[in-house]
């Protein structure tokens, strides 16, 4: 029986869900409206009923499947228990949702102050019986508070709580979705990334746990995250449904769950609502401007869905994917001319494929730059266009305060981009000689993503050019666990052992680094020898190989170089000049190019590189 009028809970109804505390919460407040109406109603209220009803579940809704309606159950009591110690506090009705039932109570407010009620004249004393029942009630309601404390607790966000955004399953049937799945899981960490107070596990970091069965609260620790947000999707044709659920680290309970199910085009509203949904889940305040509301990067579905894909292939399928990537890129933005994103990706691409000489560089680079300069014009705070300019402003126009500048305003509005520190190392810094400042940007992006590849090699190539031999090592085997089958850097790693002597261990990874490229058939050539310090085999390896001079100039360059044989550097440097071979802006700290940095040919090359 009702201890208040339907009127009366109808109007407290009211204004509970107008509150601020229920205004960004998500099904919170249409699910309390229905508990409530349909009890006022006289109405059963079951969970599979909610769950179709509210969660928008399919009819054939199985509760012990899926635990969305106890989970939100859940949020609802400590968001209606939180509204009534603050802004309901003086309430004339208080509505409760008892542990275990969906069937909402109400009871009376009490305003703060008022007056207990005055006991009767004459009351009898309770009998023993009476004393015993009221001590059994006190003890159970104890029990009841301490519960309510242990998940008032448990519901209290813990300092800088960390999301592992897992890469998205595509579970329908056209594997094309794969690369829309990856793509889609990159703009939802881009996104959470925007909610104030949240830390988010880097793309590289979450993308090793990519296809493997593990259980997510181990995936979680080894991530440092406080919660995992996994999912699937699922599209056919312009409908898509996809399935998210934030699961607690500690101890594996679900957080959080929904499924979505709209066409492509609500597809940005899907991403702000999961990463409302998320920041209501952990108590977080959303950061100003970040709302539904906010434009999206394109309005037009088809070219949103070759970015995501051209996305999904530049970060997944390594080089071969960089070809597949600008193919999506460039149609995104025959769709949309005014994409932004897509013209600052597609010149992150043109870059890539320029610097590993996929395409040649007097076409590719300046593509990069053109389109790096179309995405800052069409919106100048977007970080990647910034960061995608100046590094070919740097790489390739050799404009080092140009492409400083362009860095630096990258990492200022995005801070959080391990990617942006990197570039401006790259790009800026290590060319320019300043390797302490360049150790410092890589520091930082390893903190950001200690899985960063990029970040691993570029600080030991910054530690080797410094003469930190030791650190050099560590920090290129760091880069070989995370990469094995890149042959450069278990070459590279060869390199620092040869360089602090420890010749064994220096041959050991130049084969194998040899036999990962040539697939099995590899012998030690002048190269390896002259960095072993071996002149003679040296000397005899390059007269022996009749191609040697038909290398990549750079290559034989430091060859010379480390030889010592400044009139052949110099010959072959100026080849690669001509050629505008990227890697030339290492003259001035290469430690390959030490024996031979003082001779005035060499100088003055460094000195035309602007260096």
């Known amino acids: 029986m009702l201890s208040v009028t339907p009127q009366a809970a109808l109007r407290e109804l009211e204004a509970v869900v107008a509150s601020p505390g229920f205004a ?12 409530v109406e349909r009890t006022l109603a006289g109405e059963p209220v079951k969970e599979a009923v909610i769950g179709v009803e509210v969660f928008n579940r399919p009819a054939d809704y199985d509760p012990r499947v899926d635990p969305i309606v106890r989970v939100e159950a859940r949020r609802l009591r400590s968001r209606l228990a939180e509204y009534y110690e603050g802004p309901g506090i003086a309430d004339p009705v208080v509505i409760q949702l008892p542990k275990g039932a969906y069937v909402p109570v109400f009871v009376p407010g009490k305003s703060p102050g008022a007056p207990e009620p005055a006991q009767p004249a004459g009351t009898p004393k309770p009998s023993a019986l009476t004393l015993r029942w009221r001590a059994a009630a006190l003890a159970l309601a104890l029990a009841a508070l301490a519960a309510m404390l242990i998940f008032a607790r448990w519901r209290k966000p813990v300092p800088h709580p960390v999301v592992a955004v897992l890469p998205f399953v595509n579970i329908g049937e056209d594997r094309a979705n794969d690369a829309f799945a990856d793509g889609l899981t990159e703009e939802l960490i881009d996104r959470l990334a925007k909610v104030e107070g949240l830390r988010v596990v880097s793309r590289t970091s979450v993308f090793q746990f990519k296809g493997r069965a593990q259980d997510l609260r181990e995936i979680g620790r080894k991530l440092n995250a406080t919660a995992v947000l996994e999912g699937s999707i699922r599209r056919s044709g312009d409908r ?14 679900h957080i959080w769950s929904e499924t979505y199910e709209r066409r492509m085009s609500e597809v940005f509203a899907i991403q702000d609502d999961i990463a409302r949904a998320i920041s209501g889940a952990l108590r977080i305040e959303l950061r100003v401007g970040f709302s539904s509301q906010a434009p999206p990067p394109t309005t037009n579905v088809a070219a949103y869905d070759l970015y995501l894909k051209g996305k999904g292939h530049l970060n997944r399928d390594a080089l071969a994917g960089l070809e597949l990537a600008a193919d999506s890129f460039e149609r995104a933005i025959a769709a949309d001319p005014n994409f932004a994103a897509a013209h600052a990706q597609l010149a992150v691409d043109y870059g890539l494929l320029a610097y ?10 300046p593509r990069a730059r053109r389109e790096a300069e179309r995405a800052v014009a069409l919106d ?5 266009g910034q960061a995608a300019l100046g590094f070919a402003l740097g790489m390739y126009d050799w404009k080092w305060a140009e492409a400083e500048r362009a860095l630096r305003r990258a990492v200022a ?20 000689g300043r390797l302490t400042e360049a150790s410092a940007e890589f520091a930082r992006a390893l903190e950001l993503d200690p899985q960063s590849y990029l970040a691993n090699v570029g600080a030991a190539f910054a530690f080797l050019a410094q003469g930190r031999y030791p650190e050099a090592i560590t920090q290129y085997q ?7 089958s890149h042959a450069d850097t278990q070459w590279d790693l060869g390199m620092a052992y040869a360089f602090a002597g420890r010749k064994e261990e220096a041959m050991r990874q130049f084969h194998l680094g040899g036999q990962i490229r040539s697939g099995g058939a590899w012998q030690p050539g002048a190269m390896e020898y002259a960095l072993l310090g071996d002149v003679a085999a040296a000397r005899r390896a390059i007269a022996a190989w009749r191609g040697f001079t038909t290398q990549r100039p750079m290559f034989i360059a430091y060859c010379y170089g480390t030889l010592g044989d400044a009139t052949q550097t110099s010959a072959w440097l100026e080849k690669a000049y001509a050629a505008r ?3 030339i802006i290492w003259l001035k700290i290469d430690p390959r190019f030490a024996k031979v940095r003082g001779d005035p040919r060499i100088a003055a090359l460094i000195a035309r590189l602007g260096l």
């Not at 960004?24 to 508990?35: E, H, T």
């Open 413 to 432: 509005l995005d801070g959080d981009s391990a990617d942006a520190h990197v570039a401006l190392a790259v790009a800026a810094l290590v060319p320019t």
């Open 478 to 484: 760091r880069a070989a666990e995370i990469n094995p």
């Open 240 to 253: 898509l449904r996809i399935a998210a659920q934030l699961i607690d680290v500690s101890d594996g309970l």
């Open 380 to 384: 100048p705070k977007l970080a990647v």
């Open 24 to 35: 960004d919460a998500g099904r919170l407040a249409p699910f309390l409206r229905f508990v």
């Open 581 to 583: 071979d990227p890697q």
């Open 356 to 365: 590993y000489q996929l395409r040649p560089a007097a076409e590719a680079w």
